[in-house]
Structures are given as structure tokens and as C-alpha cells.
């Protein structure tokens, strides 16, 4: 009989929160076993293990209590094996600068997302691409800062903020192919848009990006429970 996974993750295909702690459980070589949760009716074990948000990921390690929220869970995994591949940087100014831009990603830059796919009429929209290409020319600057002339947020390798913003990216693609745009280009962000190509061809990440069809069909899900509004 084989050996019954330590690490159980509860949560969706299409959601980059959670294609993100996949991200980093890869990283680590940290083998687990995937719960698929239906978000359209939702399952007692995700309303008993995450009463407060109700949402995906959630992590459970052994007989410890649940673990909710992404980027919580990225730091428990990176302290549990921080032998293999540390996440985050040892430096405490360069974690608190890592957790500053990992906030403004999640709660400024890919808001402008939901905000966009929500938002009916060309001037509203309009208006909220400049937002997003604003902040898509913010991150190549933090990009610039923190790679240091390499191929990663985390320098020679995949960090704290690749893991973070990475997993937005088929999100990313698809409703900037729905709006006609491109936030990540060459012209603009140049080392942003070789960063992309170099993050969905990662090794550790191949295997979470969630296929077309499955994304698509979450889209439809949202548009049907979250439907546009006119701004």
C-alpha cells in the first residue's frame, strides 16, 4: 500500500492562489496530495478548515491545523525545508521588501484584472488598461531592482515575488486576449516579457499551469456567479 502524502492541498486548477503554493511545493520537492474543490458548492471540509474567507488554497500538514491563505502557506513551506530551494531571502530588510511588493501585487496590480473582466463599456475599460500597463511598467522597475541583472525577481534563480506573481500569468493572458491588449511587452517592459517566456517554460511550474479549457471555462463560471456591470 503506498504511503499516504504528509501534505494535502485543497483547492482548484484554475486558481493562480493556488497554483502558486503547486509552484512552490514543486520548488521544494515536497510531495502532496491535490483535493479538487468545487467553488460553485463549496465542500464542508473548505468551510470547516477556512471559516473565516471560505476560499482556496488550503494546506493541511499532518495533525497540524489547516493552513489558509497562499502567500502564509509559500512562508510555512519555506520554513518547514528551508534546506531546499529557500523561497524567500535570509536578509529581514529583503523579506520585508519581498512581502511589500507581494502585497501591491495581490492587492493592487491583479485586482485591475477582476476589475477589467467586471467592467462593461469602452471607456471604463480603456481606463483601467492605463492602470494596469501604469503598474506593468512599476513591476519592471522592481524587476530591475531585485534581479540584479538576472534572470529572476530572485535573482539567479526563481524567488519570493516569481512564485507570487508567476501564477497570475495564464489569468493574465487570457483577459488581455478578451480586452486587445498587452501588459507585458517588449517595448515597454522588456525584461518583464522574457520573464514571462522564462517562468512558463520553469520546470517547477510546467506542471500547475493550468490548462486553456480549464481557465476558460472558470472565466465562464465567474461571468455567470460575478457578472460585468457598466461603469
Not at 21 to 35: D, P
Not at 98 to 110: C, G, L, P, V
Not at 118 to 128: D, P, Q, S, V
Not at 170 to 187: G, H, S
Amino acid at each position: 500500500m503506498p504511503k499516504k502524502s504528509e501534505i494535502k492541498l485543497l483547492g482548484t486548477t484554475a486558481s493562480p492562489y493556488v497554483n502558486r503554493v503547486q509552484f512552490a511545493l514543486n520548488l521544494k520537492s515536497i510531495e502532496y496530495e491535490f483535493i479538487e474543490e468545487n467553488l460553485v458548492c463549496k465542500s464542508e471540509l473548505l468551510l470547516t478548515s477556512n471559516p473565516v474567507h471560505k476560499k482556496v488554497p488550503v494546506l493541511f500538514h499532518a495533525n497540524k491545523p489547516p493552513i489558509c491563505e497562499s502567500l502564509i502557506i509559500i512562508e510555512y513551506l519555506d520554513e518547514i525545508k528551508s534546506d531546499v530551494h529557500r523561497i524567500l531571502p535570509s536578509d529581514p530588510l529583503e523579506r520585508a521588501d519581498n512581502r511589500f511588493w507581494a502585497n501591491y501585487i495581490d492587492n493592487k496590480f491583479f485586482p485591475l484584472y477582476e476589475e477589467l473582466r467586471m467592467t462593461i463599456g469602452k471607456e471604463g475599460k480603456e481606463a483601467i488598461k492605463k492602470q494596469i500597463i501604469e503598474g506593468s511598467v512599476l513591476l519592471e522597475e522592481v524587476f530591475v531592482k531585485f534581479s540584479n541583472g538576472n534572470d529572476y525577481f530572485g535573482g539567479d534563480d526563481v524567488g519570493y515575488l516569481d512564485v507570487v506573481l508567476g501564477c497570475f500569468i495564464p489569468w493574465r493572458k487570457l483577459i488581455e486576449k478578451y480586452n486587445e491588449f498587452t501588459a507585458f511587452d517588449e517595448v515597454r517592459t522588456p525584461r518583464l516579457a522574457e520573464w514571462t517566456k522564462r517562468i512558463w517554460s520553469h520546470e517547477a511550474f510546467k506542471d500547475v499551469i493550468p490548462e486553456n479549457g480549464t481557465i476558460v471555462n472558470f472565466y465562464m463560471i465567474l461571468q455567470k456567479y460575478k457578472p460585468p456591470r457598466v461603469v
